[in-house]
């Protein structure tokens, strides 16, 4: 059988997760190989994915963890504190 | 159980034990991961943040009904989504304004953008900032159901099984947003990139 680009495009995200089965990824690569269109939009959108995972694209607001630490410091501090069986919450 | 989960579950147990201070330990590797998950539904720096704290403090008060169904970072996640939620219905109470992230699976054209000169990024050009910023856009944009989904799995490096059950949603359903999620930010992002990419010349100028 063989593919038509709709076909592949369809199925690009679950291509990328490795979530197809043998037979399908087949029939995929296979028109990959000659079809200069869907490798592009596959490479583009492969970009995008590892662009994503770099942690400098998504990146945290300055002095974030220092933050969060110090209440959780306090959070920890005031249950210590309360007198047994109550206090918490 | 892997090496990671073993531990965690030791630390756990500690902190449950008495340990409290363990707990900054505890969470240090998800940190990110939790702001990430509130921004990708608050979409604001400083409501994420506070969000993020609010999501941590709530899993230290109630880490002992944390039963080990789900692993650690999940049930983290969960919270986290709830502290999203909390906030969105919030926002929506004052604003009166419709929030998408409750809105159906949207209809919409989600064939990708083709790219007839495309050729293959040099890492180089992806390390650009530009690029980076249009990317953050992009997934602002995003309708927030499938943003979510795409933080979680793209970004937060989540499986589809922890996704669904992080979000209380099928596995099916996952797989459906997410590729809904990318394609949009394929087509979103595919002129940018193209344009970004000069055509490569031979001698005189002339395209190769």
Not at chain 2, 180 to 187: S, T, Y
């Amino acid at each position: 059988m063989k593919l038509e680009c709709k076909h592949v495009w369809e199925h690009i995200s679950e291509y990328i997760d490795k979530s197809v089965d043998a037979q399908l990824r087949e029939e995929i690569e296979r028109h990959l190989e000659h079809c200069e269109i869907c490798s592009a939009i596959l490479d583009s959108t492969r970009n995008i994915l590892v662009l994503t995972a770099d942690e400098r694209t998504f990146e945290l607001p300055v002095g974030y963890s220092k933050r969060l630490h110090e209440r959780l410091k306090e959070e920890i501090e005031k249950v210590k504190q309360a007198p047994p069986g109550g206090g918490r919450e | 159980m892997g090496m990671k989960e073993f531990n965690e579950a030791g630390l756990i147990a500690r902190i449950l034990g008495g340990e409290k201070e363990l707990f900054h330990d505890l969470i240090r590797p998800y940190e990110r991961m939790v702001y990430l998950t509130l921004f990708s539904m608050v979409k604001n720096e400083a409501d994420a943040e506070d969000g993020a704290q609010e999501a941590v403090i709530n899993a230290y008060r109630h880490l002992s009904s944390f039963r080990g169904e789900a692993k650690f970072s999940t049930w983290l996640t969960m919270i986290a989504i709830n502290e999203g939620r909390k906030r969105l219905r919030k926002a929506k109470s004052a604003a009166e304004d419709s929030i998408e992230e409750e809105a159906e699976e949207h209809e919409g054209d989600y064939t990708p953008a083709p790219l007839t000169d495309w050729r293959e990024i040099p890492l180089e050009r992806l390390e650009r900032q530009e690029i980076r910023e249009a990317l953050r856009s992009a997934v602002a944009e995003l309708p927030g159901i499938y943003r979510q989904v795409f933080t979680l799995r793209d970004l937060e490096e989540l499986n589809v099984e922890e996704t669904a059950q992080a979000l209380g949603i099928s596995a099916n359903v996952v797989k459906v947003r997410l590729h809904r999620a990318r394609i949009l930010l394929q087509k979103r992002m595919a002129p940018f990139l193209k344009t970004t990419v000069p055509a490569r010349k031979g001698l005189f100028g002339r395209a190769l």
